[in-house]
T-cell receptor, first 115, second 115 residues
């Protein structure tokens, strides 16, 4: 079975600085998808960024980028120019090829932005 | 376009009762899935429906069941409630079931408290 591990329960960063959230996963599949989701106090999960395992190029979405190391099974999220609105729980998630919506989530990292 | 709507937002039940939660996906979305979120276990996949058929099921007891209607709306039911069923139940929808991952849209969840 696939597992996702986020080793940082909490992180904090100064506004406008850069922060990196860590995620490792375990799978025997060669092709899969990885995601970072954000959950603000409203509780709604919001997709931040996604990465296809077959793509070597790291995904980027505005201030958000990932460092995908397939051999090391590592998938970290970098947030540049942190903003107060970035404060939330961040979840790393894995999806295999089969099943569009069956995601395996990590335990989450609570990110605090200090003004 | 309206987002994923979950009702009710909050629910209080007592042990032994049963409960039904409702999820209306985004118009046009045919795939719906459910997740349970607790502080201890994190986010866990419950089940996934597409075209009124259950396509995937997580590792939950038979007390947890669901269904999807012809208009793609979904309900999940928990019978003989236990204290450990207290959780945030999240619903997500997407256009399709398989293939390249469609963006998942989550609702704000139903917070269930079992007393």
């Amino acid at each position: 079975a696939q597992t996702v591990t986020q080793s940082q329960p909490e992180m904090s960063v100064q506004e406008a600085e850069t922060v990196t959230l860590s995620c490792t996963y375990d799978t025997s599949e060669s092709d899969y998808y990885l995601f970072w989701y954000k959950q603000p106090p409203s509780r709604q999960m919001i997709l931040v960024i996604r990465q296809e395992a077959y793509k070597q190029q790291n995904a980027t979405e505005n201030r958000f980028s990932v460092n995908f190391q397939k051999a090391a099974k590592s998938f970290s999220l970098k947030i540049s120019d942190s903003q107060l609105g970035d404060a939330a729980m961040y979840f790393c998630a894995y999806r295999g090829i089969q099943g569009a919506q069956k995601l395996v989530f990590g335990q989450g990292t609570r990110l605090t932005i200090n003004p | 376009k309206a987002g994923v709507t979950q009702t009710p937002r909050y629910l209080i039940k007592t042990r032994g009762q049963q409960v039904t939660l409702s999820c209306s996906p985004i118009s046009g979305h045919r795939s719906v899935s459910w997740y349970q979120q607790t502080p201890g276990q994190g986010l866990q996949f419950l089940f996934e429906y597409f075209s009124e058929t259950q396509r995937n099921k997580g590792n939950f007891p038979g007390r947890f069941s669901g269904r999807q209607f012809s208009n793609s709306r979904s309900e999940m039911n928990v019978s003989t409630l236990e204290l450990g069923d207290s959780a945030l139940y999240l619903c997500a929808s997407s256009l399709v079931f398989q293939g390249a991952p469609e963006k998942l849209f989550f609702g704000s969840g139903t917070q269930l408290s079992v007393l």
